[in-house]
Every structure is written in structure tokens, then in C-alpha cells.
T-cell receptor, first 121, second 113 residues
Framework: GAVVSQHPSRVICKSGTSVKIECRSLDFQATTMFWYRQFPKKSLMLMATSNEGSKATYEQGVEKDKFLINHASLTLSTLTVTSAHPEDSSFYIC?????????????????FGEGSWLTVV | AQSVTQLDSQVPVFEEAPVELRCNYSSSVSVYLFWYVQYPNQGLQLLLKYLSGSTLVKGINGFEAEFNKSQTSFHLRKPSVHISDTAEYFCAVSDQRGFKTIFGAGTRLFVKA
């Protein structure tokens, strides 16, 4: 089946620094990727929709300048948490949607990465 | 816009008993429906999905769900649970164009011996 890989799986960074999380579709091209954030024991909140070659669409309440999303290729999207603070500590998950005509036998499913744990100290 | 309501935040059940996790959704457009499971400190795993066709959908690990359009529900069921089914279960809905997926708040299934 289709695989989405996130890296790093766990990262600890100092307050005030920036950290980048990568989301890669390993065996398909993803025209659209989504970034989610999950607080402990809470549900997943959609942060933004990332389309290859264009600016990301952010959900209401998500700071664009703090959570920079880049979707530079059909297999890679990155989320950069800038000037991280302890309250940014969370579990971040990406998902990817195969492009038109690709993996149609999958029934138009989107595929999730394993997630990345960010701890800001 | 879509929304998802999972009616139970926690469901305790004894091993080998049946279980139903409830999910209701609202949407002004046609949607796809999903159930995901998340084990502690892990990512999401797709249990099953409804895209079209038969309203009874069978998934992995013995789970099944039934899509009821009139009641806008997509309840998850398993006839006999195991200790290993203890996890967080998320119902999710996505529109059929952009595939933006919205998750419910989650239901913690706790299986007791």
C-alpha cells in the first residue's frame, strides 16, 4: 500500500529556535498534503492544506508566519515551526492525497504519516 | 463545511463483549467516511472507509461500520473485543473533492479482562 513517511519522528528543540518536519510520499505523487496537530489526549486539528507549487491554505486560527508550510515537489511537504515555544509542543501528523489518476484502485483514500513528536524546552 | 460528533468520549467494555462506537456527521455535500485507530504514542491506522456502494463496510481487526444516510451516522462495531483493541478511535469525514478530512473528538475504547 501507499506509504507516507515523516521525519523526524521525535524532536526536542530549545525555545526560540525553529524546527522543520518533513512529510514524504514514498511511492506516489501527492498533489495535496494536509498538516494536523494533535494535543495530548485530544483529536486531530487540521492546520493547513498544502498544494504542490502554490501557497498553503491555513485553517482559521493557525498562524501562517509561525507554521511555515512548503510543498516544493510532488513527494515532499515541510512544516517549519518558527521561534518555537513550549506551547507548540505537540504531535504533528501529515497526510497525502495521490494525484489524479494515481492509485485510483485505492478508492481515493488519503494516507497518513506516522507523526512527529515535537517537544520545545 | 463538515463536522463530526463522536457521542462517547470513553467506552469501557469487558473482553469478548460486543462494542459499538457512535459517530454522527453533518455535511452539505457528499462525503467519504472513515474510522481510524490510534494506539498510545503512535500514528493513525485506517480501520475502514465508506466511499460508496454497500452501506455495511468491513475493515481490519474484525471491525465493521454501517453508513446510515438518513440518520447521518457511521457507527463502528465489533462483535467481540480483545484487550489489544484498547486504543483511541477517531471517526472522520472528508468531502469528495478536496479531501480535507475533519476528525471527531475521539472515543477511547478500554477493554477490561
Amino acid at each position: 500500500g501507499a506509504v507516507v513517511s515523516q521525519h523526524p519522528s521525535r524532536v526536542i528543540c530549545k525555545s526560540g529556535t525553529s524546527v522543520k518536519i518533513e512529510c514524504r510520499s514514498l511511492d506516489f505523487q501527492a498533489t495535496t498534503m494536509f498538516w494536523y496537530r494533535q494535543f495530548p489526549k485530544k483529536s486531530l486539528m487540521l492546520m493547513a492544506t498544502s498544494n504542490e507549487g502554490s501557497k498553503a491554505t491555513y485553517e482559521q486560527g493557525v498562524e501562517k508566519d509561525k507554521f511555515l508550510i512548503n510543498h516544493a515537489s510532488l513527494t515532499l511537504s515541510t512544516l517549519t515551526v518558527t521561534s518555537a515555544h513550549p506551547e507548540d509542543s505537540s504531535f504533528y501528523i501529515c497526510s497525502a492525497r495521490p494525484g489524479q489518476g494515481i492509485l485510483t484502485s485505492s478508492g481515493n483514500t488519503i494516507y497518513f504519516g506516522e507523526g512527529s513528536w515535537l517537544t520545545v524546552v | 463545511a463538515q463536522s463530526v460528533t463522536q457521542l462517547d468520549s470513553q467506552v469501557p467494555v469487558f473482553e469478548e463483549a460486543p462494542v459499538e462506537l457512535r459517530c454522527n456527521y453533518s455535511s452539505s455535500v457528499s462525503v467519504y467516511l472513515f474510522w481510524y485507530v490510534q494506539y498510545p504514542n503512535q500514528g493513525l491506522q485506517l480501520l475502514l472507509k465508506y466511499l460508496s456502494g454497500s452501506t455495511l463496510v468491513k475493515g481490519i481487526n474484525g471491525f465493521e461500520a454501517e453508513f446510515n444516510k438518513s440518520q447521518t451516522s457511521f457507527h463502528l462495531r465489533k462483535p467481540s473485543v480483545h484487550i489489544s483493541d484498547t486504543a483511541e478511535y477517531f471517526c472522520a469525514v472528508s468531502d469528495q473533492r478536496g479531501f480535507k478530512t475533519i476528525f471527531g473528538a475521539g472515543t477511547r475504547l478500554f477493554v477490561k479482562a
